[in-house]
């Protein structure tokens, strides 16, 4: 009989233990999926961004002391870019080879220039302002200079330029805000026969476009803003780099977000602009804060 009693109280004892384990074992796997639901309402990791270790250097320039402020840039070929920046209306033939500028070309008074297109010989340079001027032959020692106003304004802050060989036309991305409305963000074309801007955008970047959701902008608007913009010759994709966001951007054919990649601040301090290689290397230009301004190949994986 004493026998019968111990078996039954070692089984019981038993059961008790078992019990007890799955019972923590619940409750850890339910802490931990607070834990993971928690994570995932914050937003710091959305599916939206692609990190930062998708966009890899390839290469780096570091500028000149007078290219510190760099903003647009353009590939000419012959280990040459034309760069600008921000205070000066001067085009700056940078050679990568030697390191050195090779020439500089005057064109306007200080302003605050932020893109740069070329079209064969012809060279286009944006103002903040919507202002571009056509800087006619950049291979002569005195080219022909002309001003072109647009309907857009310094409100609008245009930062970004390209040229759209398909289409014949520049294409204009605006980093404030829009006229009437705080929807989108449109990118304008410049009409190269005619010389004038569409009335309205090409392409609307819609401000709640999904991608955009693990922005911590508290203003709609900021959470967009295009420093600069390139067609890629292989696929003629459109590109955007961002500086106060530090992201590279590609477009689907609607304007809609298709990759949205986030730089590394210790590699990209401020992204301003971008431009591609015929072959499809892409470059992207970097406003110095204490350090040199720099151009950047890069190659995404």
Known sequence: MKRINLLFWSLLLSLSLTCCDNSK???????????????????????????????????????????REISGIAYLGKNQFACIQD???????????????????????????EGIALVGHTAYVL???????????????????????TPLTSKNDVEGLTYDAKNNRLLLAIKGAETNTTDYKGIYAFNLKTKQLSAEPVLKLSLSDPMLQGS?????????????????????????????????????????IKERYALSKN?????????????????????GKKESGNILQVSIQ
């Open 216 to 256: 911590k902008s508290k203003k709609p608007e900021n959470s967009l803003q295009p420093s600069d913009i390139a067609v890629n010759p292989q696929n003629g994709e459109i590109y955007l780099t961002e500086s106060a966001n530090a992201h590279l951007l590609i477009l689907n054919t609607d304007g809609s």
């Open 25 to 67: 074992a619940g409750n850890a796997e339910q802490a931990n999926s607070k834990k993971e639901s928690k994570k995932n309402k914050s937003g710091k990791k959305g599916k939206a961004d692609t990190t930062a270790s998708e966009v890899t250097i390839v290469q780096k320039w570091d500028m000149p002391s007078i290219l």
């Open 87 to 113: 205070e000066s209306g001067v085009i700056f033939i940078y050679n990568t080879a030697t390191k050195k500028i090779d020439r500089q070309i005057t064109f306007g008074a200080t302003g605050d220039y």
């Open 267 to 287: 590699d990209f301090s401020q992204p301003e602009g971008i431009t591609f290689s015929p072959s499809g290397d892409i470059f992207i230009s970097n406003e």
């Open 127 to 149: 103002r903040s302002n919507g202002k571009i001027f056509e800087v006619d032959n950049i291979d002569t020692q005195s080219p022909k200079i002309k001003e072109y106003d």
